[in-house]
């Protein structure tokens, strides 16, 4: 098997023929892909409408469409890492359904591949397909993320990407459950390059994240690959104990110049607020990171299959 497509699925029916109908027509006509083999393994993400009857009637069409069906709703990351694993190619493009990921551009990825490059990666150029606040919050999350991360992700880059075999080896070795993919394809090194493209609306139907699912999504990003939220603290702590020393010693010399004065209520009643707003702070993030380890620890699987088309073999351990 030369590629292995991974399409995590979760409510896309209305976009699922449209899809696979121009999927299969860009490796018919593209010379840089026609004489590849290819398996396209479909993730349903626990979806409640009619996309895993859609998927059966597909599957019966093509043998090169293979099905998992998670449980329930699992999230998309546990989604690629089970496409991951099952995959047999000599590399692998994970690629939405939604057509937002064009289809044409996995040619540029496999010429990109044949050069030598382990990991080929679509970096968003042109966005119209997502709203002013959406592409003004993602550009600042990658703005927070950078600083904070000792490995930087591109900006402007997706899941949409070519992982050569030897990548997906070494993704399919960590045992996090904490998982952010994009972190983890930056983490893992290998020889990079981005292609650029202009990302379109959805054919149809609409986006299954809402500004919520993001806010969680970016905490998790931000919490699985870096401590220096954590670490930041000690430099909140000391510079805020600076400040008290420096405030106190002031008092003291006011004190013993002027003599003593009745104390203000405001600024007592202010600094109680702001300290323990700050407490409050440093509690919820050693909360978002103690919940992490309390994961960890249990142990539990990334997602429970609930069942596998007979035409997927299972993958080595």
């Given at each position: ?164 075999r030897r990548v997906i080896d070494a ?29 379109p609306e959805r054919v149809s139907g ?112």
């Open positions: 098997m030369d590629i292995s497509l991974i399409v995590p699925v979760y409510n896309e029916a209305e976009v699922l023929y449209a899809f696979f109908e121009r999927l299969n027509g860009v490796f018919s006509s593209s010379e840089e892909l026609k004489d590849l083999e290819y398996e396209v393994i479909c993730v349903d993400d626990g979806s409640t409408d009619s996309t895993p009857s859609i998927l059966e009637d597909l599957l019966s069409r093509d043998s090169r469409i293979k099905l998992i069906s998670f449980s329930r709703n699992f999230g998309k990351e546990a989604a690629m890492f089970a496409g991951l694993k099952f995959a047999s190619g000599k590399c692998a493009v994970p690629i939405d359904a939604d057509l937002q990921d064009p289809p044409e551009l996995i040619a540029e990825f496999v010429k990109k591949w044949r050069e030598g490059f382990d990991m080929v990666y679509g970096v968003r150029v042109e966005r119209s397909g997502d709203s002013p606040a959406k592409r003004k919050t993602a550009e600042l999350f990658y703005k927070i993320y950078n600083s904070l991360s000792e490995r930087p992700i591109p900006r402007n880059t997706g899941d949409f990407r070519l992982i050569d993704i399919l070795k960590l045992h996090e459950r904490s998982i952010f993919m994009k972190g983890i394809f930056n983490w893992v090194g290998f020889k990079s390059v981005g292609v650029p493209y202009d990302r609409g986006s299954k994240w809402n500004y919520w699912k993001l806010w969680n999504f970016a905490l998790d990003g931000i919490t699985a690959s870096s401590t220096i939220p954590l670490r930041i603290w000690t430099y909140i702590g000391g510079a805020i104990a600076s400040i008290t020393g420096i405030y106190a010693l002031y008092i003291a010399l006011r004190t013993i110049v002027c003599g003593v004065d009745v104390p203000g209520y405001a600024s007592l009643f202010v600094s109680i607020l702001f300290f323990g707003s700050v407490q409050l702070i440093a509690l919820g993030i050693f909360g978002e990171y103690l919940g992490r380890i309390v994961a960890e620890v249990k142990g539990r699987p990334l997602y429970v299959i609930e069942k596998i088309s007979s035409n997927l073999a299972e993958p080595k351990e």
